[in-house]
């Protein structure tokens, strides 16, 4: 079963930081091309993709915390939260897999 939200309107402040982060990222992803193309050393390498994966994984928790506080408290309110939590939950399990 899929909710059919489509947008959630995020706080300024919110969204800045967010996208902050997601371009701070996207920096660290070039770093590592970079690297790749310079012939570095793999284990430096692969500090910056676990650096790269965990500052994603937090940017995941952010999300998720947001859409939990709110998403999902409003659907309770209004008679929609098992819908929602089943949602939350396939993409938590998702989440989980490696």
Known sequence: MS??????????????????????IEGQ??????MVEDDRYCMDIL????A??????NVGLEV???HMKHC???AVKTGEGDEYIEELMGILKQFSKK
Not at 12 to 18: A, G, I
Not at 52 to 57: D, F, P, Q, V, W
């Open 3 to 24: 909710v059919q939200a489509t947008h959630t309107i995020r706080p300024d402040e919110e969204k800045t930081k967010l996208l902050n982060r997601l371009k701070r």
């Open 29 to 34: 992803v070039r770093g590592v091309e970079k």
């Open 47 to 50: 500090i910056q993709l676990r």
């Open 52 to 57: 790269i994966e965990s500052a994603l994984h």
């Open 64 to 66: 998720t915390e947001r």
């Open 72 to 74: 999902v408290t409003h």
